[in-house]
């Protein structure tokens, strides 16, 4: 089967050398930057590549919205599926992908979107053929669990392990994406799609890291308990809700002992029970992994499907918990929960973040934390 | 497409539940004994299934050697293909059933023989499309590992701990399968075949956690370290070694904190790293999940082909580590490594079997873990 990358950086090259290995899967062609085209695989026109019919799958490992999602619809267009690690240009598009895929008799390739090389949409989408998955969760961010991890190895504070995580290439210059939590939506957003058949809205709680300190670890820590960087969804009943928020889990939970920069997600199934993957969340063999992976399913028939015609109602009662604030001043209804902080309970994901962005009006580092 | 089930206990009673909610997946018969049979699936006439050519796919739930060897070889000879759940029948036949399915152009399915409803199987086998798999571990039997966490959790000593396992179901009215590793050495052979092409040795070092006392878990527990029952193997160059044995790991690693009865296996592939898996390791709905699994594997086309002509060989010399010993006297070599324990490093896994069989015969208390 003769197959295309577009683009050809560290995730691309990672594709390139494992496809070299295997037999049966042709790279006919690469797209690059012109200046970067050495040798005849490589073209900067897109042209060649989405009007070559020998070309079955187009692997995307440009990253970004556009042309990401101009080349991905063209392709599916013409029939083309496509494999793609691209999590924020999925995310976006999702529902217009699944369409177009569907009207063209093509299909949409996701796994590397998220978990990197954990066979993760691929086992949501094998529960469902038995099961409703109920609920997901999981850490899907390698950057925040290695910042995490370090400040609790190292008794760091966030800054200098930021820093550090920057030097070893494991956070961007700009940390935004990650430590904020917009990383670890998109995978939300994506992993919730697959779970729960809906075209999953992009209006949730989303609150991230940045102002994790120290301190806020050791208060945790002193009752048991571990923070990480959270994605996670219900559906029960036509209704579903999703958030990305720090939560303060067990010290014994395995969620609390992923280490450096692991990712774990967990799906719960009605005959299955739980269900835990654990693996490299990014890199370029691992990723690369993944979209090779997908276009050997697809090569072997596999032929994922995505409707979201379902109509599942967005519905964030769903998601309710106890809620801790590090902040100066005592919430509404709180009671105190240790040193300069205090416990909020039974409030939705929605109404936590709502008060968390009350309370950063005034308390700009305030850190909240969901209690497990 | 229509399968029979071929035994109607819990698994098979699991089975057949689960496919009565999945569309174009019919039971069409159910072999029992005959003061069972009620309604028209049911018979106990093997002949009136393994001669109907309606029936593609064979389930069979009844566990040990014989009937069910002879059931699935006729099976395959026929060219049906079979899910089995059945680890003992598998570890003992596992090339005999491979060539008889590939002489007839059938399929063996055993997803459910290793760890109850977690994807471990599938997992090794798509891993495998890609990568050489290097190196395997796992918590792989619940009732083990149930036992291990409720003597921590509790603090109470093994005795009393089986008897209350015993009296859940967890554990079988005589538990040997279970606590002398018998049960995970199966899961081994057959884990070891499938993620090294090997038609696997039955020859190897099995050592289970009979005389754990609560007195080593404080022991280890003292060092940072959490005991668990492990199935592992290795292979490079050529050579491939196995073992079953008591390890101390630590508290940390997310093996140490499976709790319950559940299991978490490991894979490391030379692209993807390490792997891991998590979930329910028995029970009805579990393993019945993973029979329906294969047979919807197999409806969509998944063939998985075992093939041991590849002649790897065992090599113990690629199992080497560090051994604790609790035992009267230090053994030779060894070195002090707490109260009443002794320390003997860089040994096979082989030769730490033989030298606690040397020392049972005079202390048949005594108790081994490899240190990790």
Redesign the interface.
């Given at each position: 089967m003769d197959i295309a990358i577009l683009g050809y950086g560290t995730v691309g090259r990672?594709v390139d050398q494992?496809v070299a290995?295997?037999d049966g899967i042709e790279v006919r062609r690469i797209l690059d930057l012109p200046d970067h085209c050495v040798g005849p695989r490589m073209t900067p026109d897109y042209a060649q590549i989405v009007g070559d019919p020998a070309i079955e799958v187009v692997v995307e490992c440009m990253g970004g919205l556009e042309p990401a999602h101009t080349f991905i619809l063209q392709a599916l267009g013409a029939g083309k599926s496509v494999v793609t690690s691209n999590k924020a240009v999925v995310a976006a598009f999702f529902d217009e992908f699944a369409r177009t895929a569907e009207a063209n008799g093509a299909c949409l390739l996701i796994e590397a979107t998220c978990g990197g090389?954990?066979?993760w949409i691929a086992?949501i989408e094998?529960a469902r053929?038995?099961?409703e998955v109920t609920r997901f969760s999981g850490i899907l961010n390698g950057t925040t669990n290695f910042i995490v991890d370090s400040m609790l190895k190292n008794g760091a504070d966030f800054a200098e392990t930021l820093a550090r995580a920057q030097e070893l290439g494991y956070a961007e210059a700009d940390p935004s994406a990650d430590i904020d939590g917009i990383d670890v939506k998109n995978k939300t957003i994506i992993s919730a799609s697959v779970a729960f058949d809906v075209a999953c809205t992009a209006e949730f709680p989303v609150t991230g890291i940045r102002s994790l300190t120290k301190a806020d670890l050791d208060l945790l820590g002193a009752t048991g308990r571990v923070v990480k960087l959270i994605g996670h969804g219900v559906a029960r009943d036509g209704r579903y809700a999703v958030a990305v928020e720090p939560m303060a889990l067990p010290a014994?939970?395995?969620e609390?002992?992923?280490?450096s920069n692991f990712n774990l997600a967990t799906l719960e199934?009605t005959?299955?029970?739980?269900?835990?993957?654990?693996?490299?969340g990014a890199?370029s063999?691992?990723t690369?992994?993944a979209m090779?992976?997908d276009v050997?399913d697809f090569a072997?028939?596999?032929r994922p499907h995505y409707d979201f015609s379902r109509g599942l109602t967005y519905d964030p009662a769903l998601l309710t918990g106890d809620y801790v604030f590090r902040t100066t001043t005592p919430p509404e209804g709180s009671e105190p929960f240790g040193e300069g902080a205090w416990l909020v309970s039974g409030i939705t994901a929605e109404a936590a973040r709502a008060l968390l962005d009350s309370i950063v009006t005034t308390d700009q580092n305030a850190f909240m934390a969901r209690l497990v």
């Open positions: 990672g494992i290995d295997i090389g954990i066979p086992s094998k053929r038995i099961d014994a939970s395995l609390a002992n992923v280490p199934g005959t299955i029970g739980e269900l835990k993957f654990y693996g490299q890199g063999l691992p690369g992994n090779v992976q050997l072997a028939g596999r």
